[in-house]
């Protein structure tokens, strides 16, 4: 799709980021196959991933990063996701909860400088582990079951994490507990190597196989006091532009999906025909249909990233506009690997073609937050109180 990138690829650093963003990309089509088949994350994708020094980008220059934009950021997090969404969608998780900490200050300096320290120095991943079975989303206001209790001057933590994409490959931890001496909800950093920390392999759904989100799994760990690295603030949370990297993803699934089905229909001519299906006009109907509105999930979507990094003043009032692009570009990208489904036929139902997968793992967009139905009605309160 040059064309698209074309427009989005405004200068000498867009250019040099989406050339490691390719690379990663090539390097996690290689395994595709078996990541899905075997629901887990390629080691030799993270390799790649480290070696392009990814996982440090999204911090500010000053403590070793590449300062990415929020743009610039979507613009590598989309090219991934032509390769393999599940990736994308995996690292992404790392890279924006490094912008959030970097940008917000929820921790206190010794304990952020630690992290950063070896995010820059090994390129080490790090996830937040808030998901559980019983409480859902987390976005939806659960109090989380797994607990943290005072001994002395340490915390012992017992729970289980469902979610926790690429758990097995992991350096670190963000681990949301009920903090029992605190009343409140809080979270520790913990290293993957900490005592009574394991990774039960749950994992087996339809879509984003390769994410490798399997259950973090808690027995009396073991922690010290700073290891208690923030607590639930009061009020209002900021908007997370970083959040963006979800739509991004499932925006390149999507893009990868219709470049595959033009290759098809240029390619395809059955015997009933003198030529490629390319040329019959309802195939090129719905060509021009995945094009329109990938032009308009792009405009919308980059729009609202430059809004967000030329206006920092403006990011407290953008929560609606991030929802909205959420849900308008994931709900597009369904739409266009639907399409490209169409076009492939009966043949986009077999695993010789990437369809399939494309199929299945798109819908997974559906389902990350914030979710349609809360967007909706954030979206007719804000128009209800706007308009009194």
Partial sequence: MAGVWKSLIKNARHEKLYEK??????????HIV??????????????????????????PSEEGGENLSLYEFLLMQEKIAE?????????????????????DNLWEKVAYDHLVEEVVREQKVVNRAATEPATGSPTRGGVPETKA???????????RKSFTSMAEHLDYYIVSAYVEDKDTVGWFLIDRHQPGVSVDKTWDTLGMRGTASDDLVLKDVELREEDLVEVKSEGKPLPKGWLLHIPACYLGIAVAARNDAIAFAKDFQPNSLDTPISEVAHIQDKIGEMEWKLMQAHA??????????????????????????????????????????????????????????????VRAGLHNPPMDDAVVTMLAKQAISDDE
Avoid: C
């Avoid at 480290?50 to 980008?57: A, C, D, G, N, V």
């Fill in 34 to 59: 078996k990541t899905d088949r075997s629901a887990s994350f390629s080691y030799e994708t993270l390799k790649v991933i480290k070696e392009e020094k990814y996982p440090s980008f999204s911090l």
């Fill in 21 to 30: 963003a390719l690379r990663i990309s090539e390097e996690a089509q290689k």
């Fill in 300 to 361: 919308f979507l980059y729009s609202v990233a430059e809004k967000w990094d030329e206006n920092p003043d403006q990011r407290k009032g953008m929560g609606a506009d991030l929802a909205a692009v959420k849900l308008a570009v994931t709900n597009t990208a369904n739409e266009v690997v639907d399409l490209a489904m169409r076009i492939a036929g009966g043949r986009g139902l077999s695993k010789k073609y990437p369809f399939e997968k494309y199929y299945r793992d």
């Fill in 149 to 159: 209790v005072k001994r002395g001057n340490r915390y012992i933590v017992n729970g």
């Fill in 83 to 103: 390769g393999d969404g599940a990736v994308a969608l995996s690292i992404g998780w790392h890279m924006g909860v490094m912008m959030e900490l970097s940008q």
